[in-house]
């Protein structure tokens, strides 16, 4: 491969601009017209939905490098990660939720008692309807919403710039699969990727049924006053509130997509700390720690504290021989104000660092940096840190690891290395996350690590709602009971009828005395 086949010929900007931001008369002309489409049934054939899928996935191949150069500008991701982790796995997903949809939308009869099969009960998928897909709220100041009746305004990030193609394009493949017409708001933390959407969008999808809308905070509070059928929103809990709230004035079901501190249990005495210290260095580096799910910190006993500490710094001069503020492997922070809130972080941190720690102000760029000794209420433990900095909480054994799990939000990834059975079984059993990887990071959400089979959801504090292919395609879909009950049946439905007689009741109340089976624990776990 060619150096010119990876490397980004643009420089990356440190400025928002060069979007257009959409107006409150488009937005509601988005809405209306997008409510039209749905109940003239335009988004509903199969056909269609594989066309508008195939349609999205071609969008995304021939103006890959156009996505890619966005994105650079936007947030200085290198091109392999933007290739690997948002086109192709995008690309691919469009390609086989066309290939599943007959599968995922066929009736399903459902398997009933002998008597209640001539009524044949079946389960319909049925498109909700207009959806909206919410990017990023960067800055969003919680007053903006008077019926929260908050006196004091609260700003605060959003994420979804870190990844802004799939994390605006995902939920969108599971709308257009469902059958709903949808509107995206991305992050105008990546300028150049949205006005680049708003451009691409309606050349190749259909324009009465998808819409771009672009803008910060106003644009995104009119969204939000308007109906949907469904919400879905990717960033942080604060945020997600606000999201919530504003749904539940038109009892809009949401679905987040949060963060929070992944962490990462390291079993020293079954685990290839080597290994262990690729992989977990690898989560931390790609998008320099700008990942929902990266490594937010590790849990190892104390004693292997200095080994993990050395292998790390193997693997950092392997992937970064000549440091990783010159390598073009490497990303850099997304704006002024996150490098300050990292670099802040780490000055006020009371561990050790012990790798990195080298900044370029200028640039935005902070090394892959190890910090040791850091305990309960260390700065770096206080929220999700979303940068390349990895504390190391030095602890006795697994059981105190799991308490310091415990002890927080759910996260919405749980990484460990251990080889240990039992050990994975206790935490399985024990904790409550996201997800739970073992012996690896990161790689679950990317084009070559990622089961296409598994939701991806956070739990809590991470959020609620799955995605990703058939769950996705789920959440955008009401699940529709259904009922044919023939003429002929009548004779044996005249038992509810009044006038109630004794023999309608033995009939109708039989579940009251059916047999329960015999209690064979004598006292409750505590």
């Known amino acids: 491969m060619g150096q010119s086949q990876f490397v980004h010929l643009s420089k990356p900007e440190t400025t928002i601009g060069g979007m257009s931001h959409s107006s409150a008369q488009e937005t509601e002309q988005h809405h209306a017209t997008l409510y039209r489409t749905f109940k003239a049934g335009t988004c509903r054939p199969l056909d269609y939905r594989r066309d508008q899928l195939h349609q999205l996935a071609r969008m995304c191949q021939e103006n890959a490098d156009a996505f890619a150069d966005a994105i650079y500008k936007d947030v200085g991701k290198p091109k392999l990660e933007v290739f690997a982790f948002e086109i192709g796995g995008l690309v691919q997903r469009c390609l086989l939720c066309a290939e ?13 008692p002998a008597w209640q099969k001539p009524w ?3 389960v319909h998928r049925t498109p909700k309807g207009p959806v909206l897909i919410i990017a990023c709220v960067p800055d969003f100041p919680i007053s903006c919403f008077i019926f929260l009746s908050l006196v004091s305004p609260l700003r605060e990030f959003g994420r979804p710039w870190n990844y802004p193609l799939i994390l605006s394009l995902q939920a969108l493949y599971a709308a257009i699969a469902a059958g709903c017409p949808a509107v995206i708001k991305p992050s105008e933390f990546a300028p150049a990727f949205a006005q680049l959407l708003a451009e691409l969008i309606p050349k190749y999808l259909d324009p009465n049924a998808y819409a771009v ?66 992989r977990i ?13 990266a490594p937010d910190y590790v849990l190892i006993p104390r004693s292997a504290q200095d080994a993990l500490v050395s292998a790390l710094r193997e693997v950092a001069a392997e992937r970064f021989p000549s440091g990783a503020l010159a390598s073009d492997s490497y990303g850099r922070i997304v704006n ?15 561990g050790k660092v012990v790798m990195g720690g080298e900044t370029d102000e200028a640039r935005l760029k902070i090394a892959p940096t190890v910090v040791t000794d850091v305990q309960d209420g260390d700065a770096l433990m206080e929220e999700e840190l979303f940068g390349p900095i990895l504390p190391i909480v030095p602890i006795a054994d697994i059981d105190e690891a799991i308490a310091f799990v415990n002890a ?49 959801s956070g739990v809590g504090e991470s959020g609620y709602g799955c995605q990703v292919m058939k769950y996705g395609f789920d959440g955008f879909t009401h699940v529709r009971s259904s009922l044919d009950l023939p003429n002929e049946i009548e004779p044996q439905l005249s038992v509810r009828y009044p006038p109630y007689t004794e023999e309608n009741f033995k009939v109708m109340s039989a579940g009251v005395y059916l047999p329960i089976p015999p209690r064979s624990i004598t006292k409750p776990r505590l």
């Not at 300050?340 to 000055?347: G, I, M, P, Q």
């Open 120 to 122: 044949t009960p079946t």
């Open 213 to 278: 809308v672009n803008g910060g905070v106003p644009e995104t509070t009119k969204l939000l006053e308007l109906r949907w059928a469904h919400i879905f929103y990717t960033g942080n809990g604060r945020v997600g509130r606000i999201v919530a709230a504003a749904a539940a004035k038109h009892l809009t079901p949401v679905s987040l997509e949060l963060g929070g501190k992944s962490p990462v249990v390291v079993d020293a005495e079954s685990c290839d700390l080597r290994i262990a210290a690729r």
């Open 336 to 350: 002024g104000a996150h490098f300050t809130r990292l670099t802040a972080l780490l000055r006020r941190s009371r």
């Open 408 to 456: 927080r939000d759910n996260p919405l990834a749980f990484y460990a290395f251990t080889s240990r059975p039992e050990i994975k079984q206790k935490l399985l059993d024990e904790t409550l996350s996201g997800s739970l990887i073992f012996n690896d990071t990161f790689d679950q959400l990317s084009e070559r690590g990622a089961v296409n089979e598994l939701p991806f």
């Open 281 to 293: 260095f690898y989560g931390k580096a790609a998008n320099a720690g700008q990942t929902c799910v």
């Open 100 to 112: 599943h949809l007959e599968e995922w939308t066929k009736p399903e009869p459902v398997d009933v």
